[in-house]
């Protein structure tokens, strides 16, 4: 509402004071990358002491193909007011009060965001009423590329993944050492993110040449920025064949612990079973008279009580057990 009314009072006063109140900007566009900050700066006559109880301060964005303009700051004579504030600006946006004093009415946004970008209204009013434009451009580098390599099956054909985010849309180009152009062979789609970024991605897939290096290019037009990444074929196929030979070695050695085990537990279930039968043949000829029922409740114990019985009967001279 304050906005409705201070546009009319200014509509009015216009005529009435252009030659004596003027706002200026000593710049009209501005251009941020995206989570940086940026400040934009309108100017206004003082005349004197700053008497903030008369002052008012309005900043408005209007998005392009958005009917509404989005509330970003507001001071109302000298006092702001937050309940107006856009939600997307809280926290972030604000006016750098200490800067009124001299006549410098400085929006500051933090993080900046895609959506941020647009045209900014800058009105003044302070014994007097005035107005400017400014427009915001965000930009977003597509510097970090992610890279993926996969093989297709068992086919010679590999497929190479290059994926980025930034702002505006970037074209992507494919293209060997030779600058030969590959981009006719690749799939490029795009989306939008929650924060207004564009995630593209390309797919190239194609039997390489094991002696020549690859690259993806991200080339933003309306930044004239290029960024890109590189694929060595003879690393990579370096590294497949450096798998296989590790798994290789790997099952080798595995079927290796694997037989010495088995071979292990074999000999030891052998000498197991060889000391059992030595102690049967033993246990037998120590004691013939055992038949085969009583023998297996033949004992170290038994052997003992024997031997001890047929010592004590020839120290006493009887032969006889």
Not at 56 to 72: A, H, N
Not at 102 to 131: M, N, P
Request: hydrophobic content about 40%.
């Amino acid at each position: 509402m304050f906005q409705i009314l201070t546009m009319l009072l200014l509509e009015m006063q216009l005529w009435v004071v252009s030659g004596l109140f003027t706002v200026e900007v000593p710049q009209q566009l501005y251009v941020a990358a995206y989570g940086s900050n940026v400040t934009m700066e309108c100017r206004f006559p003082v005349n004197g002491s700053l008497n903030l109880g008369l002052l008012s301060v309005v900043w408005e964005q209007k998005r392009q193909g958005q009917p509404e303009s989005r509330d970003v700051y507001t001071l109302h004579k000298g006092q702001a007011l937050p309940p107006s504030q856009h939600h997307d600006y809280m926290g972030r946006a604000a006016l750098l009060h200490d800067e009124l004093k001299s006549g410098r009415a400085i929006l500051q946004i933090t993080r900046v965001k895609v959506t941020d970008a647009g045209s900014y209204l800058c009105l003044i009013d302070y014994q007097g009423a005035d107005y400017k434009y400014i427009t915001l451009e965000v930009t977003a580098s597509y510097r970090i590329i992610n890279t993926q390599v996969m093989r297709k099956g068992n086919e010679e054909k590999f497929v190479f993944i290059c994926q980025s985010e930034g702002f505006p849309l970037a074209e992507v180009f494919w293209q060997n050492e030779k600058n030969i152009s590959l981009t006719g062979s690749a799939n490029t789609t795009y989306m939008l993110t929650a924060d207004g970024l564009y995630n593209v991605t390309s797919i190239l897939m194609f039997k390489p040449n094991t002696s020549e290096n690859y690259s993806c290019i991200f080339w933003n037009k309306e930044l004239n920025e290029e960024t890109s990444a590189h694929f060595s074929t003879l690393a990579l196929l370096s590294t497949l064949y450096s798998g296989q030979k590790s798994l290789i070695l790997f099952i080798i050695a595995t079927c290796v612990i694997v037989t010495v085990l088995l071979s292990a537990l074999i000999i030891f279930q052998k000498r197991k079973s060889f000391k059992k039968c030595h102690a049967k043949k033993k246990t037998g000829k120590l004691n013939p008279s055992l038949t085969d029922e009583n023998r297996d409740d033949y004992s170290p114990q038994t052997e003992a009580a024997y031997f001890s019985t047929a010592t004590f009967s020839r120290d006493s001279g009887n032969v006889s057990l």
